[in-house]
């Protein structure tokens, strides 16, 4: 929600003049832009996955997703919302409450907290790979991770002003450029270099502070080095109460690789961080494109008659959208581990079942958060975060040492039921909304149904690849049975599309 919100920001604050287009009309070609930017950072993304899965074994794998989640976590503390601060205080400056240091404020900060924790951290780098790996061989790749930590903090933030002052498309180019160098440098080092997740980090850290460097050098040219300490003092009471709800959110998308590295080894955590990867491939594509647009789109409608009434129509056909999607990954799982990987990975398809269907639980929560978001009780969310979070945790330090890498894949699946109940309850209590839970529930039911059949019939070989390919058709049966499309809908969608162009016009 955090993107969203920043994305909204940015397009509104361009008003036309003189036959420039309309701030409808400005902020979809921004939401077009920036949608396709982060879809093309994505892609990159799962590029690289086929590349690690050849030419790296399990093992190292599941080491490079412990060094990967281990920045993950960290960018949470090093950036302490920064980036969201400095955007409220740049577009506050029209009331008298930033000013043009606000940048240079926020990258300074955001350099030099980094650096420090860097620092902080490559001393205890030994005892760090000792905890999370179990030795101090990793130390060295540790201090190489907590390095890339200081780059990426400085090249958010010339995304940040990129965002801010309207400029998507260097926004976008400069994203992918960096993405796209990252993966050609990372996929040359492992080719020519060796097959070791050393090369992964080093080539990482390489094209960070590559685009970095200069990118901060033009940036500080044009708005110059001025720090503001008053700024950085509101800015941070701005941004630190968003790091708790950061940090649940990642021990709920991200506890279960080291909780499994622990417990159940290296080789057993990089099977289960394909299937975790590969079960995000249907739903991220769907959530990039349409997150760039809902935002926007739910805090203006939000205080309309309409509101409640589009917000239910969308949940339901987003969630037959998800469903279709995770329904497809899941029936070929088998055969698109097979092509991507090599066959010591044969055995990652078996989590993703339980992980789409948590992230599917995720997809209904998005439309859910729009009760929290509208009426500005966001305090609300670090506690369903924890719910998720804390459930997520329990039932993997139960399940793990019985049922390995499953036992993750499950509790994922169980904390996300959890967090999108409590936000359900939370959420309608603050903003009612007749969802159609009947339409929603049936859509979930008759996808894991089908999956269901799929793995009871007795049937192999080319028998069974058509059985799934009839199980995925049958999907639309349910649907149809649902009245997906119908004319209630269709009529809705449209009657709130004329209304839109009429406004635009005037």
């Known amino acids: 929600m955090t993107r969203l919100s920043d994305d909204q920001t940015s397009a509104s604050r361009v008003r036309p003049e003189n036959g420039e287009s309309s701030p409808l009309r400005r902020l979809l070609q921004f939401t077009v832009i920036y949608g396709a930017g982060e879809v093309a950072n994505n892609v990159l993304a799962f590029v690289l996955v086929p590349v690690y899965t050849r030419l790296l074994s399990p093992d190292q794998y599941g080491v490079l997703e412990v060094f990967n989640r281990t920045l993950e976590m960290l960018n949470i503390f090093a950036a302490v919302g920064i980036g969201m601060a400095a955007m409220r205080s740049y577009f506050g400056k029209e009331r008298g409450e930033g000013d043009a240091s606000v940048f240079s404020t926020a990258m300074v900060f955001a350099v030099t907290n980094s650096l420090w924790m860097a620092v902080v951290l490559s001393v205890a780098a030994g005892l760090i790979s000792q905890l999370l790996l179990g030795s101090a061989a990793y130390a060295w790749l540790f201090r190489l991770t907590f390095s890339i930590l200081i780059f990426e903090q400085g090249f958010g933030m010339v995304r940040t002003y990129l965002k801010a002052t309207g400029r998507p498309a260097a926004y976008s180019l400069l994203s992918v450029g960096k993405y796209a160098a990252t993966m050609g440098l990372i996929i040359c080092f492992l080719l020519y270099l060796g097959r ?171 439309i859910l958060d729009a009760g929290i978001y509208i009426t500005r009780r966001t305090a609300w969310k670090p506690l369903l975060l924890a719910a998720g979070a804390g459930t997520n945790v329990v039932l993997n330090l139960l399940l793990i040492p019985k049922f390995g890498m499953m036992g993750a894949a499950y509790a994922t699946a169980a904390g996300f039921f959890v967090f999108v109940v409590c936000t359900a309850a939370v959420s309608l209590r603050l903003y009612p909304v007749q969802y159609e839970w009947g339409r929603v529930l049936l859509c979930i039911a008759g996808a894991a149904g089908l999956y269901a059949v799929s793995v009871v019939v007795p049937l192999r070989g080319s028998a069974h690849l058509l059985l799934r390919f009839a199980l995925a058709a049958s999907y639309f049966g349910i649907l149809r049975a649902a009245r997906f499309g119908v004319g209630r809908d269709l009529r809705l969608v449209r009657d709130w599309a004329g209304r839109m162009r009429g406004r635009t016009s005037s």
């Open 196 to 366: 070791e997740v050393k090369y992964v980090l080093t080539a990482t850290l390489i094209a960070n502070a590559a685009f970095f460097l200069p990118a901060a050098f033009v940036l500080l040219s044009r708005i110059g080095l001025r720090v503001s300490w008053g700024l950085l003092k509101r800015m941070l009471a701005f941004g630190l109460p968003f790091v708790p709800g950061g940090l649940l959110l990642f021990v709920l998308n991200n506890a279960d690789r080291f909780l499994l590295i622990a417990m159940a080894g290296q080789t057993e955590a990089g099977l289960y961080a394909l299937g975790y990867r590969m079960a995000l491939v249907p739903v991220m594509l769907l959530l990039v494109p349409f997150q760039a647009a809902w935002g926007p789109f739910m805090m203006e409608k939000g205080e309309t008659a309409e509101g409640p009434r589009l917000f239910a129509v969308i949940l339901s056909y987003l969630t037959a959208v998800c469903c279709f999607a995770s329904l497809l990954m899941a029936l070929f799982a088998r055969e698109v581990i097979a092509i991507i990987a090599a066959p010591e990975y044969a055995g990652a398809h078996r989590v993703l079942p339980p992980v789409l269907l948590g992230y599917t639980f995720w997809v209904v929560s998005i």
